[in-house]
């Protein structure tokens, strides 16, 4: 832990974010530090727009599921009438947990302790005995409703919150990202569904090492993946297949691309090919015609990743593509909670929806043979950046900084800042400094 | 109360006993050769649900949903030297309890229940992680040989508190 008399913790990340600017190396101890954790909480997950659910999760009107933000707890509820909210999931009598079922379907909310009732919207309807308990003019009721989070936006079927009311508009945060989130969410006019319910489960690992890796560490999969390569579920004739693609930096996010053969578009069945070439616009099927290349995986600020690959479910099999989204969710320095959801386009072949599913299963979420071995690194990477030798030494964040200069803008037809290179870390870079940035936010440093 | 002949159940015991052993001692290619070609392999994800609900697993949502295909791409994997999840290996004990046989749908099929324990340590670092499930098996017999044909783990959990699954349970 740093405890050093002289030196607070906003020192020692004014003087990391420096070096990280000046030479392009971090300080390790940022990977795993309880003081700096706590700040994460309060200056990034109650600062920016934290994603929930997807809206395919809740289709139906009085369909609802439990997700939290740090340890504040939200029912994320459909309504009557279909519409969304995002509502802080305590009784405003005496705080107790309302909802303790993590999904379902109901018109209300009824609180175990005293019995206060809640309409899915959140307006308070029935207090038992309310006369003899507050009199003949009874409760206010519209003081006592449970309380909405102070911001709930969906941005193209993704809902997030927010706990702070002056967060910028979703669209806003979001920003040059969406040019490339269309990739993952905008095949096709019917859209998304979520299959099933999420995969969550615990890893002793830091939240922004598995970040930093999903924004656009192309890098890795050269060594932490070989395994997959060697074994024929990754069907990729060399090792550095992903050296040759193109990495993003977009408003305070980015991804990363992977090159498919010509016409190949992941192997996605040709109805999803069709609607893709159709919904996306003509810059966006540029890239995918012209540069053969599609975002393989991303990150939006602060703990959202995203993630569309093309792996074999069978021993000498074809490659099947699929897109898996997840949550980073910290629940303490160097621990966190994953949550990982595979979504399909709601109009696609139903035999290509389980396979797709299948392929996701097979190389990531908790038995992914990918995601095993990323597991493996972030929560190593975590073990060692525990020590009082991670407060002194610094990593290496250079890839690309000597040698590699950004596509000039007419030569690239998305916004936000594309390279023309994998192995580099402008985009781990660029996750850096925002984290810094929001972390040191209201600091002036004396 | 027996619902198969003795022998047939001590047969089913005694392959359960012998998959454990097997898996343990970290024989991947050998529990494969204990699996049927057309073997289903299940771990659904389960969910925190209201009691009249059901028991909240997923139709749709696993972490594992196998053929011997997939299956076989797992084991290959681990047979590389690139398996950094499992190497240094996990230290497992299968712990099988609670065996129940009952014929099966076809004549050379049992139906077959147990609970298991998965107990493993990892790395040099402290702590252990532990799974609890509820096993359903169909084992089949082929050439006089008991084999895996369906298994489907029912968690105990509803959220995995293990970093990773990279052992077969």
């Known amino acids: 832990m740093i405890e050093q008399p002289t030196q607070g913790t906003y020192e020692i990340l004014q003087d990391a974010r420096q070096t990280l600017e000046e030479e392009g190396k971090l300080l390790a101890k940022v990977y795993n530090e309880p003081s700096i954790f706590e700040l994460e909480a309060k200056k990034i997950f109650s600062k920016t727009w934290i994603f929930l659910a997807h809206e395919s999760e809740i289709p139906w009107p009085g369909d609802y599921v439990l997700r939290r933000i740090i340890n504040d707890s939200f029912i994320v509820t459909r309504d009557e009438d279909g519409e969304i909210h995002v509502l802080f999931n305590m009784c405003k009598h005496r705080g107790m947990q309302l909802c303790r079922s993590d999904a379902g379907n109901a018109s209300h909310f009824r609180c175990p302790y005293h019995g206060y009732t809640f309409s899915n919207t959140g307006k308070l309807q029935g207090v038992p005995f309310e006369k003899e308990a507050y009199g003949p003019e009874g409760l206010d009721k519209d003081e006592y409703s449970m309380t909405a989070a102070p911001k709930m936006e969906i941005y193209k079927g993704l809902i997030f919150a927010s706990l702070n009311p002056d967060v910028p508009p979703l669209e806003e945060y979001i920003g040059d990202m969406g040019w490339y989130l269309d990739f993952y969410l905008e095949k096709s006019p019917a859209g998304l569904e979520v299959i099933g319910a999420p995969q969550r489960w615990i890893m002793p690992a830091d939240w922004k090492l598995a970040a930093e890796n999903f924004i656009g560490d192309g890098y890795h999969t050269q060594s932490t993946h070989m395994s997959t390569i060697k074994a024929g579920i990754m069907r990729v004739k060399s090792p550095a297949y992903l050296k040759e693609g193109v990495q993003i930096t977009a408003s305070k996010h980015g991804c990363l691309f992977m090159g498919f053969p010509p016409g190949n578009y992941f192997n996605y069945p040709q109805s999803i090919v069709d609607s893709m070439l159709e919904n996306l616009n003509e810059e966006q099927v540029e890239v995918l015609k012209e540069n053969s290349i599609m975002p393989l995986n991303a990150t939006v600020f602060p703990n959202l990743s995203f993630l569309h690959s093309s792996m074999a479910i069978e021993a000498e099999g074809q490659s099947i593509p699929y897109f898996t989204l997840r949550i980073w969710q910290p629940i303490g320095a160097g621990k966190m909670e994953i949550w990982s959801w595979c979504l399909v386009e709601q109009d696609a072949p139903e035999e290509f929806k389980k396979n797709s599913n299948r392929a996701f299963l097979t190389t990531f979420g908790a038995s992914g043979t990918l995601e095993q071995d990323d597991a493996e690194n972030w929560s190593g990477q975590t073990r060692v950046g525990a020590g009082e030798m991670a407060a002194q030494h610094y990593l290496n964040y250079s890839a690309g900084s000597a040698h590699v200069e950004p596509i000039p803008e007419d030569e690239w037809p998305g916004p936000g800042t594309a390279y023309p290179k994998n192995y580099v870390d402008f985009a781990q870079r660029h996750f850096w400094q925002t984290y810094f940035h929001f972390l040191l936010d209201g600091y002036n440093g004396s | ?169």
């Open chain 2, 1 to 169: 109360m027996l619902e198969t002949s003795v022998e047939t159940y001590w047969e089913a015991y005694s392959f359960l006993m012998h998959e454990a052993e097997v898996l343990d001692e970290r024989h991947e290619r050998e529990w494969l050769e204990m699996v049927t070609d057309d073997v289903e392999y299940l771990m659904p994800v389960r969910v925190n649900r209201e009691r009249g609900e059901g028991d909240g697993f997923s139709e749709e949502a696993f972490y594992f949903e196998e053929t011997r295909g997939s299956l076989e791409l797992r084991v290959r994997r681990i047979e590389t030297e690139y398996a950094w999840a499992e190497d240094p290996p996990s230290r497992t004990r299968h712990f099988v309890t609670n065996v129940r046989v009952a014929p099966g749908e076809k004549e050379d099929e049992v139906a077959v229940r147990s609970n298991l324990l998965l107990y493993r340590t990892r790395g040099s670092a402290p702590g252990h992680d532990i799974i609890s499930a509820e096993r359903k098996d169909i084992l089949r017999k082929e050439e006089g040989q008991w084999k895996l044909r369906k298994r489907v783990i029912l968690l105990d959990h509803h959220l995995l508190e293990t970093h990773n699954l990279s052992v077969f349970l």
